[in-house]
Every structure is written in C-alpha cells, then in structure tokens.
C-alpha cells in the first residue's frame, strides 16, 4: 500500500475532509491535497508524520470511533514510507549498474526523456529523488527499448536482467521485463512507445514556442511591416496546367499571385495531403511560399485551412509549429478531417474569391503530379461549392479568440462555466479570481492603469469569480503554480493576468502583493471544497497559461505578444495536453510556504 492511500483510508474511515485535517494539523490545504493524491510524500522520520497520526487520533475520539491509537497510526506510516524508501535505493542502485554497463550518455537520455541533464545527474548520485519513480521507470525502459534494440544490445540487458534473450524479442516484452527488474513491486502500467510517435513529451516543445513566440518580434524580423502587397495583376490563361515537382512550385506561387493581386477580399480555403517533403526540397521555394502567406494576410485576407493530421505524432506537432506565427495573427481557421488517411491517392485544393489550384498525386510517385489552376467563373464556383462541402466534414482544429472576437470569447466563457468534468490549470500568475477587490485597487493604481481600463478589468474579474463559482459546482478544480523566491523577485517579477480582457500591459506587483494574492488564494481554498491550490517547484511557462477540461478540451491562453486564446479538441492534442508533465529542469529558487 502507498502513502497516500493508507491516508486517504484513515481520512474516510473517519469521515474527515481534507479542509478538517489541515485545521486539526496546522499543514495547509494544498499539501494535504498533494499528500492525498500521491504528488507529495513526508520522509519517514518527518515532524509531519507524527503531526498527521496526532491529528487522526484526536479525530477519531471526537468523533467516537475506537481503536485508532496515534503510535499505530504513526508506525503504519512509518512502515510504507519506509518500503518505499527500500525500493528507492534498490532502483538506484539498478539505474547505475545500467548506466555504468552499458555506458549511457547521460544528454542521450535527457533528450529522450525530456528530463534535464544536471537533473538526472542529480537523480544518479542520490542528491535528487523524482517524486513519481513508476514514471521516471517507464521513461527510461522507453529509453533503452528504442535505443537499444539490437540483438547484441538486447543480449547484454538480458544478461543484467537475467532473463533470457527471447524475452526480449518484441517491444512490449522487453519493455516489461526491464520495467519489472528496475522496480519489481510496482505494476506496468506505461506502455511502450517506439519511435516516440505517442510520446506527450513532444507536446512541451510546441507549447514552449507559444509561451515564447512574439508576434512583434516576429513582425520585424520578417519585416512585415515593409511588406508590399503587389497591385498588378497576374493575367493568366483561363486555365493552366502544372506537370512535375517544379512546375507544381510554380503553380503554388501562381495561385498566390492571383489572389492577392486581385481586389477580392473573400478568405481562401486551402486542403491538401500531398506529400510535402519534395515541394519542401527547395528553399527558394519556401521562401517565396511563405512570402506569399505574408503578403494574403497583409491585404486582410482570412485564411480556412484544413490540415491533414494522419501522420505521426511528431511530424504534425512539427507542422504545427510551422503555423504558430500565422494562428497568432488571428487570420486563420484551423481544421481537421476525421479519418482521412490515405495510402494512395494524394490530392490538393486552394479557392480564393479569383482563383482555384486543384493537384493530384499518387503515393511513390510526387514527380508525377499534376495541379491545374483556373479562373473560369463554373470552374470557381464549382471550388467554391467543393470548399464549402469540405468544411461542412471538417472539425475544428481549435477555436482562436484575439481581440476582435471578444465577444465571441465572452460568450465562449460562460457556455465554458456550465461543463462538467475534473478541470486542472498550469498558470503562470496567481488567478483574478482569487484577488480582492481591494489589492486589485491597489495594483491597478500602482501601474497606474488609465480609468477606462481599470473599470474593464474590475469587471473582467468579477466575471472570472462568478464564473468561477459556477465551476465549482460542476467539477474539482486544480490550480498548478510557481512562485518565485525573495531573492529572484526582481529578475522575475509576478504579474497578474488579465488576457481574458485582452489587457497585455504587464500588471506587476510587488513581493509583499504578491505573498497577500497568494494568502487570498489559500483563504480561496479553504472556503471551496472543491478547489485545490498546488504549488509546484518546477515553473513551466512565464506567458502561456493551460485550463484542461479534461478529455474534452483544453484552452491554451496566451498572455501578451499578442493576448490569444486556443481552444483546442482534437482528440489526440487534447490526450497530449491533458498528460503534459513540466518539463523538469534544474528549478531557480522558489517561493516557500511557511
């Protein structure tokens, strides 16, 4: 049995709440949160253990139920805390016989595994602990499964494990064998997972650019402001046809050219499964592509895009990233077909209101290919229809609220309040609806925030707490933070976020703030059964924050450069979202409970 479970045992045994608890013991609410759910456990000769059975013992006097002595309580603690600490060491010193035999490099595992490199350094000499060794085991069997699946490989860890070679033949076999040997007490319950085609850890990456993308560097850097949109027309045959890899670039360019040359201000809608790798082969080609996507949003144009997901994993996250600077232009619709794989037939279609570029390929063959591009007023209207007809198969990729769909983004909020389901948030800043009125007056007065904007925010605050308390009907939520120490203050001030009113002027406040938003928190807390504050050591994000609703969908809010919210549900997105873990990194100082 597992810490938390015996506490959890002992809490409904006696009909105590997590609340109860905390006051009878002095811990706060969010530790007991992370006790009961196993994310955080007291060391085996800690104050905390003796305060907990303490705590127990006088409840189950209080309240009339006999035999829960502390001592006993006490010692069951003692005894799994120390179990585990037994198969600790017996995984360390497993982890090292690996590492030193079969000569790992240690960045090898990092980059795999996502876990920073100091860190499992740390880990190796027993100055770290992972708080989850199941899942730091299943992260290494991954590692080693792909890493070394040669048969001369596969022969020496069968040799450590001591189990025979065959046992290792298959994927799933060899995974459990060396998840068994490393930590034989603890089920599998990971799974293996070659070429790291349903790895969540990719997902950081992705998230990593949003948190870091800014739309105005990024505008100056491509020199989007310079860009000027060509006004000549491009006079083309009524039809045109395009054979090969270089004539299909040039008919890509083409179908560009008439669009945004023309006076048309109708979106285009752009669907294509073509394999990309060839037409990408070509830099020039990019570029000039690119340029072309520049030069449509600069006249205005608003782009329906249909992207084709059947691919690994990691190919679309990578395709994905490709588009984050145009998602945060608020320019697009992004989309997606269910089940639209296809092993042999390729196929292109653009439409804009003056052009349509079909194309065509098979699989094995992109040398072959064929586009035709038209403006033959049945050929267009015929496209447009087609793009029409697509769109209505097609699901959302994810909803993009900025500025201009603010009410749209209101209206989205409160159909969001009433959903049901366990909720979790990774937030960067305290939450606007844990802050009182009071400290909020402050705050807006000390950044001296012009009259207009503070009345929008208060309102925008009190919008969040009602919301918030609709929520709390329907679901448990987990709010997941960082704080930073005293000492690194002032290289990383807090700021309260206010994206949801599209406010990207930073609302910085000072320690001493911040250590009052945080007690308001807490009060929060322990005012609402169903709301947990969790202090995480790790800080993930400093512009992005994450609202999970879990296995449904999952809103990506991004806080300034520019203020931009995603509402994100694809099935395997959301799956990947909601199993992110942070990536662990060698953590500055963090603030600390007292």
């Given amino acids: 049995m597992k810490f938390n479970e015996l506490l959890n045992q002992y809490m409904n045994t006696l009909d105590c709440s997590g609340k109860e608890l905390s006051d009878r013991t002095g811990l706060s609410s969010s530790l007991i949160s992370r006790y009961r759910n196993g994310e955080r456990e007291p060391q085996p000769d800690s104050e905390a253990i003796r305060t907990l059975a303490h705590a127990l013992s006088t409840a189950a006097l209080d309240k009339g139920v006999e035999n829960f002595p502390e001592e006993a309580i006490f010692s069951a603690f003692q005894e799994v805390l120390l179990v585990k600490s037994r198969d600790y060491e017996a995984f360390l010193h497993k982890f090292n016989t690996l590492y030193d035999e079969l000569h790992l490099n240690m960045k090898d595992i990092s980059a795999f595994t996502n876990f920073d490199t100091s860190f499992l350094y740390r880990i190796k000499s027993g100055e770290r602990k992972t708080s989850d060794l199941p899942a730091f085991r299943d992260k290494i069997a991954n590692y080693l499964v792909t890493s070394f699946s040669a048969y001369e490989d596969r022969e020496k860890i069968a040799s450590l494990l001591d189990i025979d070679v065959n046992k290792t033949s298959d994927s799933i076999s060899y995974y459990t064998a060396i998840c068994q040997w490393l930590l034989p007490d603890s089920s599998v319950t990971g799974t293996v997972s070659e070429n790291r085609e349903n790895s969540v850890t990719d997902i950081s990456r992705f998230l990593k650019k949003v948190d870091e993308f800014d739309l105005e560097d990024y505008i100056r850097v491509v020199h989007f402001d310079e860009i000027k949109v060509p006004t000549l027309p491009l006079h083309l045959p009524s039809t045109k046809y395009y054979y090969g890899i270089e004539r299909m670039r040039e008919g890509e360019l083409d179908f560009f050219k008439m669009t945004v040359t023309s006076k048309t201000s109708e979106p285009i809608f752009m669907c294509s499964d073509m394999p990309m790798l060839d037409m990408a082969e070509s830099n020039d080609f990019n570029k000039k592509w690119m340029f072309a996507i520049a030069c449509s949003l600069k006249k205005g144009l608003h782009l329906n895009m249909v992207h084709y997901l059947e691919r690994p994993f990691e190919e679309l996250l990578l395709g994905l990233e490709a588009w984050v600077p145009i998602y945060m232009t608020g320019q697009i619709s992004p989309y997606y077909l269910v089940n639209n794989a296809n092993q042999v037939y390729h196929h292109l279609n653009y439409v804009s209101g003056v052009a349509a570029l079909c194309g065509e390929s098979i699989e094995g063959a992109p040398l072959d290919g064929r586009y035709i591009l038209t403006n033959n007023k049945e050929e267009l209207s015929y496209f447009h229809k087609k793009a029409k007809h697509i769109l209505s198969h097609a699901k959302p990729l994810m909803e993009i609220f900025d500025r201009p769909r603010l009410d749209a983004y209101q209206a989205f909020l409160r159909k969001d309040a009433q959903v049901s389901g366990e909720r979790k948030n990774i937030l960067s800043s305290l939450p606007i609806y844990t802050i009182s009125e009071a400290l909020l007056d402050r705050i807006l007065a000390s950044n001296q925030v012009a009259a207009s904007d503070a009345q929008i925010i208060r309102s925008y605050r009190a919008s969040e707490v009602k919301r918030m308390k609709q929520k709390l009907k329907n679901c448990v939520v987990t709010d997941e933070i960082s704080l930073p120490a005293r000492q690194n203050y002032s290289e990383h001030p807090m700021h309260l976020s206010v994206s949801g009113c599209f406010y990207e002027a930073p609302l910085m406040y000072s320690y001493e703030e911040m250590n009052e938003h945080l007690k308001e928190t807490q009060a929060f807390e322990q005012g609402s059964e169903n709301y947990h504050l969790m202090i995480n050591e790790i800080s993930a994000f400093r512009n992005i924050q994450i609202e999970i609703v879990q296995d449904q969908y999952v809103i990506v809010s991004k ?36």
């Fill in 559 to 594: 806080i300034k450069s520019p203020s931009i919210h995603f509402v994100i549900e694809h099935p395997q997105l959301v799956h990947a979202l909601q199993n992110f873990t942070i990536p662990v990194i060698e953590p500055l100082p963090i603030y600390e409970q007292k």
